[in-house]
């Protein structure tokens, strides 16, 4: 092992995220290691990794399924932990330099606030963290001298356009979305769009949830909640366009007129390298922009009428408190009561602003008291099409 390597976890090795990050690491020349991995549920993949890679710890967070599995084909130098605690441990070992959050939703938190409680930078795949707790998070990594890099294409996209810039210069960001499977359809269309519709994703290939998320465009609301926290701006300062080549990853615009804007390939590679190597850019294994070949880059305002998860994101932004935590749990379970065809598509985001509206706001809650909304949110989902 390479002295001078950053040492890497990697929090859901086992997803999209977690297997490129595992790409760019394998590709960095020795820069990086993976001397950490964690799985849910596909302890079997978390095995192959752990040969593949030869980590130092590796985490099953699912006791149950831990106990169920054999490990015997484990390398012999490879600790093996289990649960939440085993998360915790895992990412305050003071030999870990960054931890890659690509866990997908809230369960994300756990180990993004370990992480950030113990002082570390954080690679920030999930969104999620920052949706339900951002003024909780953001105060904690100043608290630690925890550092918050982003993963997120467009929010490492306005990352490095804001970098070498005054702050008080800045006029807007804008997210750039691609618009998802359902861009040019109808709102009748849409009524009757199934599961396989909302998961044929034109240009990104991700899991089933965050696809469904940008077929509602509700990743994008998402987003705009993220990036009140991540950059600390008013959502009156936060735009989306619609922008369906996927090349342009986010704008800024600053108080003289100028735009700036990051390109680049639809490959989660280059925001995941970058995070894991800031400040430095090295040469990675992400696909280039072929210039060479014609270009031509669309951008339009999105219909909010066919879209209201983007109005949803903004009030919610605008409201911090409680309610970025019971609009995130509300709509990851609102999605898996869609993936297994219990609930319409164009219902998912009635029932969530159902359930935020239903709960009682509080200005400044605490983690327990997030999580307890975070629950009874998913419940209330459950129950919303019974009604």
């Known amino acids: 092992m390479n002295d001078q390597a950053r040492q890497v976890v990697v929090l859901g090795a086992t997803g999209s995220v977690g297997s490129n990050t595992l790409e760019v690491i394998a590709g960095s020349g020795g820069k990086l290691q993976a001397v950490g991995l964690t799985a ?44 939440e605690e085993g998360i915790r441990q895992l990412v305050s070992e003071p030999s870990v330099d ?120 509700m990743n994008k609301a998402l987003e705009i909640i993220e990036a009140r926290w991540l950059f600390d701006i008013p959502e009156d300062q936060i735009e989306v366009v619609i922008h369906p080549q996927s090349m342009v990853h986010s704008l800024v615009e600053f108080r003289d007129g100028s735009t700036l804007a990051q390109l680049g390939p639809p490959d989660m590679k280059l925001p995941i390298q970058y995070a894991l190597s800031y400040p430095h850019r090295w040469e990675g294994p992400a696909e280039r922009l072929d210039l060479s070949a014609p270009l031509q880059f669309e951008f339009s305002p999105p219909d909010l009428d066919r879209f209201p998860a983007l109005e949803l994101g903004r009030e919610v932004a605008r409201m911090g408190g409680t309610a970025g935590a019971v609009l995130n749990a509300a709509n990851e379970s609102a999605v898996a009561e869609f993936l297994e065809r219990r609930l319409e598509f164009t219902n998912i985001v009635l029932a969530c602003r159902a359930v935020l509206e239903q709960h009682d706001f509080e200005p400044d809650p605490t983690l327990e008291r997030l999580i307890e909304l975070d629950h009874w949110a998913r419940q209330e989902i459950k129950t919303w099409n019974c009604r």
């Open 40 to 83: 849910h549920h596909q302890l079997d993949r978390l095995v192959e990794l752990a040969r593949l890679h030869s980590p130092q710890w590796i985490v099953a967070s699912d006791p149950a399924a831990a106990q169920q599995q054999d490990w015997d084909a484990l390398p012999a130098g490879t600790e093996l932990m289990t649960g």
């Open 98 to 217: 960054v931890v890659l959050s690509a866990i997908v939703g809230s369960a994300g938190l756990i180990g993004t606030w370990a992480a950030l409680q113990a002082g570390k930078t954080v690679a920030l795949a999930n969104k999620e963290t920052l949706v339900m707790a951002g003024s909780l998070v953001t105060k904690l990594a100043a608290e630690h001298g925890g550092r918050i890099v982003p993963v997120d294409s467009e929010h490492s996209a306005i990352f490095q356009l804001l970098e070498g810039n005054r702050r008080e210069d800045l006029q807007r960001i804008i997210l750039t979305a691609s618009g998802g499977p359902f861009r040019q359809w109808t709102w009748e269309q849409i009524e009757q769009a199934t599961v396989e519709d909302a998961l044929a994703h034109p240009t990104w290939e991700m899991g089933p949830k965050i696809t469904v998320d940008s077929a509602t465009m």
